[in-house]
Every structure is written in C-alpha cells, then in structure tokens.
C-alpha cells in the first residue's frame, strides 16, 4: 500500500519561510520522480516541482522558480519543499505525489499516481 504524509505546513506571515516534508512508505519511495503540488480554495490544483530519483533532474513552475527549493533524501524515504519569501498568493493545501511510469509530462497530475492527504500553508500579508 502506497503511503506518502506530508508535514510542515502552517501560518507564516510574508515573507517568511517554511519546510515540507513528504514522508513515503517502503518501496513508495526507490526508484520514482516525486512532485510537489497545491491547490487554493476553489481553484484547480497546479504543479510547484517535481524531482527524478537521484535529483538530476528538477523542474518548477514559473510562480515559485526563485523562492522554493525541491530535495529528497532517498535514505530516508523523504521529499522535502523549502519555501522562502513566501506570498498569500502561495496560501494552499499542498501535496505531495509520486510520478507514475509514462509520457505524461512532469507538471501534469495525471502522470502521478499516489497522493499525500496534503498540508496546509497559509500566509497572511
């Protein structure tokens, strides 16, 4: 059974920073691309980054390239997200999921197959 928990989440002012972790199950983890998404109230949810297994390959979208970093320790079975100069723009629930074999490209949902329960973030200005 695939087990991904995020953690870190909560209420930062603007500017400021916060770190997510993705903590994975077992073999959830070896060998698979992990991502990092969020979703606002009454928004779709978008892609932030994504990370290939042995972190030579990394990939953010536009809106947080700059300000957030994606990292992994394998030997942990952990994902990480650092977020600085955080704005309320970036308030969401965040998620992290774990890329699923095939073409689909990396910023889109349907190439990943597991999902996290999600964390919460929200900055306030």
């Known amino acids: 059974q695939v087990q991904l928990v995020e953690s870190g989440g909560g209420l930062v002012q603007a500017g400021g920073s916060l770190r997510l972790s993705c903590a994975a199950s077992?073999?959830?983890?070896?060998?698979?691309?992990m991502g990092w998404f969020r979703q606002a109230p009454g928004k779709e949810r978008e892609f932030v980054a994504a990370?290939?297994?042995?972190?030579?390959?990394?990939k953010y979208s536009d809106s947080v390239k700059g300000r957030f970093t994606i990292s992994r320790d394998n030997a942990k079975n952990t994902a990480y997200l650092q977020m600085n100069s955080l704005k309320p723009e970036d308030t969401a629930a965040y998620y992290c999921?774990?890329?699923?074999?095939?073409?689909?490209?990396?910023?889109?949902?349907?190439?990943?197959?597991?999902w996290g329960q999600g964390t919460q973030v929200t900055v306030s200005s």
């Open positions: 999921a774990r890329r699923k074999a095939g073409s689909v490209p990396i910023d889109r949902e349907e190439g990943y197959a597991a």
């Open positions: 077992g073999r959830t983890f070896t060998g698979y691309t």
């Open positions: 990370i290939s297994w042995g972190g030579d390959f990394i």
